[in-house]
């Protein structure tokens, strides 16, 4: 079953978006949701304090989540960290570089509860 009480980092530049994400998640049951607006931000957090899992936006300035993935992916601490890729447009090429990158699933917007739990239970091995 799914661990509920793991720290999830939600990183978007997009104040709606991690306002949406926030609601979704505590729908779901996660109740310890931290955020960044990029991914320089997130490195910085990921840095600081162990999380669960990272639910990153695609499209972000100046670092993507495509960069922050691959920053998390090369990092000793951080490389095993659970890792989903949150984008508008599910391009196959994007979704190739990102799995070639190393991520554990893909979300394309818009998307709701539902979804977003059974592609978090997916990747940490929940029902």
């Avoid at 530049?13 to 996660?30: A, E, W």
């Avoid at 300035?61 to 890792?83: I, S």
Wanted: hydrophobic content about 45%; cysteine-free.
């Amino acid at each position: 079953s799914l661990d509920y009480s793991i720290p999830v980092l939600v990183v978007d530049d997009y104040q709606t978006m991690v306002r949406i994400l926030r609601n979704l998640l505590k729908q779901v049951g996660f109740k310890d949701v931290d955020d960044a607006s990029d991914g320089t931000a997130a490195l910085a957090k990921l840095r600081e304090r162990k999380y669960g899992l990272v639910i990153s936006d695609w499209n972000m300035e100046p670092m993507t989540g495509y960069e922050l993935l691959q920053q998390v992916r090369a990092d000793e601490q951080l490389k095993d960290l659970p890792f989903i890729m949150v984008t508008a447009e599910a391009k196959t090429e994007n979704v190739v570089a990102a799995k070639k990158a190393g991520v554990n699933n893909y979300i394309v917007k818009p998307f709701n509860a539902q979804t977003l739990q059974s592609k978090i239970a997916a990747v940490l091995g929940g029902e």
